[in-house]
């Protein structure tokens, strides 16, 4: 007991020596001077437009924006749900750029896809374009040795962390515990943006971070995610967002990390940053060529580019649980609830994590109790799938009101979901063969989940996903997309949950455009498919059983009854794909079980204790 006591006494007393431990104005005036000393300032590039390769994406972005009017906007839309694709319009648009280059993003690793971005941002400055990365601190250049060498690369590259922990890089595991006791709602505000601006012209965003596995480089575990990339005039909403981040309070220079402070008024300096140091050398050199090859930007981006009219940037506001009850700072939240609230036949919605804020409970309940209610498909995570098992816990508990409240077509995604044939021998290097992840090309794509508090470096080890009875690469979902009525379409950050809602900022576009929604509802079916997912379903069960299920899903705690109302099922050999709602479903799909293909495991076990004892802990998941 008194070995308790005092970790406690030391835990609080290591809160309130690190909440008062801001870098002190000295310190920063210091640390600046020896920035302004150590800065390269030299230029690749004597040239007034800095020496930028063509771009037909950047040309008609450009076009786009000289053919609009306020009354009647232009826009060029390309939806990038393969990752290759969209690995490569990042690349030939830094390497097109001519002003300046605006990055946003919740994940930056120093794996092959972050240092073959970092690497080429870079050589954007170093040949006069003024470029600027904003990530969130959390899972973001975690070591101050890297960012003390970055703070000197070039005077036209800037860098800042958002709302660090303890004004530092590096979280530590006490100050990842400290931060939770002594001021949990800051500390879990983060900044789930995703932007990458180039001119004020034309932005990529969506839901890929910077790390291998968001596009589709991981051996073991990819994410299957989706961009979009819009010129034209929704570039200046972008880069006003961009802007308002970026000056923001919560927004920290380099010099005021005191780790990186203290590492940049150390004597000893670890030298210039080197060259990156890729693990598969083979795949970032054939994505470099991919994106200076005209031939393969107009086929592959070019020829699936919509110009179209109305299109709407969204973003929430910086550090919205400041302003709780500011409209401005969730006003992405709220015109994305607006658009739901208006379906008049069909919802297609596609998120990692089915857990409904309440006001998206509300609005799917109102649509279902209507008198001509719209059709629902939900494309979401089984937990052979994600790597968020205590999320999908939660919404294991719910299924009964998912489908029978809000009239919910669901499909989990299975882990080894094949999606269309591979057949470009060329995408296999020297990682071998990959096979594809479910999506509407056949090149290779990426699988991603990012769960706040649950994904820190820490907790990295509990965050694994759930070993699986089949052997072989594993796919989750990680695209957060909505299709309303076949009329218009969202592509953005947001997962429709109550983090998305109220804790983490959020952004993406709504494209109003019938053959954009088009093409994004097709994909999303895609995703749906029998090779692709599960049904989940009502078990066909006695009336005891399901009543002792009812009961027991009621209740906060002790929900312990292991036959829920619902459960997995798969199509039989020869049977056509049919709606749960179709008189033959049963005769045609054969149950698989609640958590299909999940191996026993201690994961099996918490996905059970957390559905039992843990409906409170849903907002914070």
Known sequence: MRQRWIAVYALFLAILILSGCSVSPTRIRRADAVVDAGMQRQSDCD????????????DAAQQAMADSTPDLPVHVVTLLNDSEAAMVARLNLIRAARHSIDVQTYIWDQDDA?????????KAARRGVKVRILADQLFSFGDPV?????????????IRLYNPTFHEAQTSVAEFSASIVCCFMTFNQRMHNKLLLVDDLIGITGGRNYQDRYFDWD????????????????AHAMASSFETFWNHKRTTPLTHLRDVNRHLLDDDHPGPLPEPRYAHPQRVERVLEEAGDGDWIDDVLVSDTLRTGRVDFFSDLPAKTDQPDK??????????????????????????YLVMSDRAKAIFERLHQGDSPPRIVVSTNSLASTDAFAVYALSYKHRKRYLKDYGFEIYEMKPHAVGPAEDNADAADDQGPAPTAPGDTPKRRHMGTERGLLGSRSSA??????????????FALHAKSIVVDDDFAMVGSHNFDPRSDHYNTEAGVIVYDARFASAL???????????????IAPRQQSSLSMAIGDFSASLPVFDLWPYRYATSYDLKAGCTPMRPSDPAFFSCYTPVGDFPDVDVSPKLIYTRLITAFGAGAQGVL
């Open 47 to 58: 040239r007034e437009d800095h020496c930028p390769v063509d771009s037909p994406l950047l």
């Open 114 to 122: 972050g240092q073959l971005v970092l690497n080429e941002l870079i």
């Open 146 to 158: 890297l960012l003390e060498r970055l703070a000197t690369v070039h005077q036209n590259l800037a």
């Open 219 to 234: 051996n073991d575990f990819d994410y299957v995610d989706r961009d979009v990339m819009v010129g034209g005039p929704a």
């Open 327 to 352: 409209r401005s700072a969730r006003e992405f939240t709220a015109h994305l609830m607006r658009m739901v609230g208006a379906a008049q036949h069909e919802v297609v919605l596609q998120t990692p």
């Open 461 to 474: 080890r509990r965050n694994r996903p759930a070993p699986l009875t089949t052997p072989g690469r594993r």
């Open 521 to 535: 509802r097709e994909s999303i079916l895609r995703d749906t498919q029998p090779e692709n997912a599960w049904v």
